[in-house]
């Protein structure tokens, strides 16, 4: 097959059962059209390439495999079409991600640390504000806390509960006035 009224004839023989295909795969009756159209596009710029350049492999569309040969194109395209959408919207969500991250800075952060630290040397019992220090501060695990203060895992968890609750009642009463 080497001229326009060929590639016309083929295209007015398949094009509904390409663009169908497209549409199942896309959901999208413009990108549909698109692909379709793109298919015929690349199948003219190969004839045309091979008729002026004759060592150049051209289409050689048969009848009898047109059919397969221009849906497999269809099939193809859309793939590439899906998997460009997949890649934009991996990237759209990396994106927002990036946008919700706070940049607090450092000075901000260490002096609301300060004046964390600073309520609970007012406020907790000694033994909870000592466990409080060996947690966050020494970063030990409970069972460390609790060997070495000679306690129970459960009464570590129970004095780093009731520390954190006091925390958060009030810096979430002092954020709301």
Do not use: W
């Not at 800075?105 to 000592?130: K, N």
């Amino acid at each position: 097959m080497t001229s326009k009224d060929d590639l016309k004839a083929l295209f007015m023989e398949h094009y509904d059962r390409m663009y169908l295909l497209a549409r199942v795969m896309l959901h999208d009756d413009e990108e549909s059209r698109d692909v379709v159209s793109d298919v015929f596009a690349q199948i003219a710029e190969r004839m045309q390439t091979a008729d002026q350049v004759p060592e150049t492999d051209g289409i050689d569309l048969r009848p009898e495999t047109a059919k397969s040969y221009l849906l497999t194109c269809v099939r193809n395209r859309c793939l590439k079409v899906i998997r460009a959408k997949q890649v934009r919207l991996r990237a759209r969500k990396l994106l927002q991600l990036d946008d919700g991250i706070e940049m607090i800075p450092i000075e901000a952060q260490t002096d609301h640390l300060t004046e964390v630290l600073r309520y609970s040397e007012q406020t907790f019992t000694p033994q909870t504000l000592h466990v409080f220090r060996l947690r966050y501060q020494q970063r030990k695990k409970y069972t460390e806390i609790a060997s070495e203060l000679q306690i129970s895992e459960v009464a570590v968890y129970k004095h780093l509960a009731q520390a954190l609750k006091k925390i958060k009642q009030h810096f979430c009463q002092v954020t709301t006035l």
